[in-house]
């Protein structure tokens, strides 16, 4: 198994663009998350899905930020319009049941 | 707000030495974890311990879990070079599907 796949894994951008992140879970694992992480708060968790429905969203910023998992091989992380803030190392993951979780290698996002 | 943290925030060990991270916090847990972070990576899961265990060992881990003071510490021994990363602590709240973290360890083995 590849484990799971972000991309981009690098994205720079100016402020004010549409930054799209994307992940591709583990084949079979019905549980999928999605993370922030900085020096100044840590990992923070943004959103969570459970067989392609979103179970809490609580961690989301703002509206500026969405997630979307159309199917159980595919999720979208968007931020539009992008700020300097919103700079930081994004990680998706998923679980077979949500306890233990798979990290993939995670997208820097740098926001100019 | 971070369920978990970890002490020390830094530690700086020489290779063969024990290395010992603890981890409180705050609310009623289903189970506790503990993942590896090594720079520039992703996370990795090392080992899990539930709510009813007090201790667990997997290799060169061993983790303990005292509900009752709500902490944690996981014991790394005879430590080697590539044990140096971040090490987190995670918690599933009670009643909760997600797992929060803490602000990590940052483990260095020198040679």
């Known amino acids: 198994d590849a484990g799971v796949i972000q991309s981009p894994r690098h994205e720079v951008t100016e402020m004010g663009q549409e930054v799209t992140l994307r992940c591709k879970p583990i084949s079979g694992h019905d549980y999928l998350f999605w993370y922030r992480q900085t020096m100044m708060r840590g990992l923070e968790l943004l959103i969570y899905?459970?067989?392609?429905?979103?179970?809490?969203d609580s961690g989301m910023p703002e509206d500026r930020f969405s997630a979307k998992m159309p199917n159980a091989s595919f999720s979208t992380l968007k931020i539009q319009p992008s700020e300097p803030r919103d700079s930081a190392v994004y990680f998706c993951?998923?679980?077979?049941?949500?306890?233990?979780?798979?990290f993939g290698s995670g997208t820097q996002l740098s926001v100019l | 707000s971070q369920q978990g943290e970890e002490d020390p925030q830094a530690l700086s060990i020489q290779e063969g030495e024990n290395a010992t991270m603890n981890c409180s916090y705050k609310?009623?847990?289903?189970?506790l974890q503990w993942y590896r972070q090594n720079s520039g990576r992703g996370l990795v899961h090392l080992i899990l311990i539930r709510s009813n265990e007090r201790e667990k060992h997997s290799g060169r881990l061993r983790v303990t879990l005292d509900t009752s003071k709500k902490s944690s510490s996981l014991l790394i021994t005879a430590s080697r070079a590539a044990d140096t990363a971040s090490y987190f602590c995670?918690?599933?709240?009670?009643?909760?599907?997600?797992?929060?973290f803490g602000q990590g360890t940052r483990l260095t083995i020198n040679p």
């Open positions: 995670a918690t599933i709240i009670q009643g909760a599907q997600k797992l929060v």
């Open positions: 899905f459970n067989n392609n429905v979103p179970i809490d």
């Open positions: 609310t009623s847990i289903n189970n």
């Open positions: 993951a998923s679980s077979a049941h949500y306890e233990k979780l798979f």
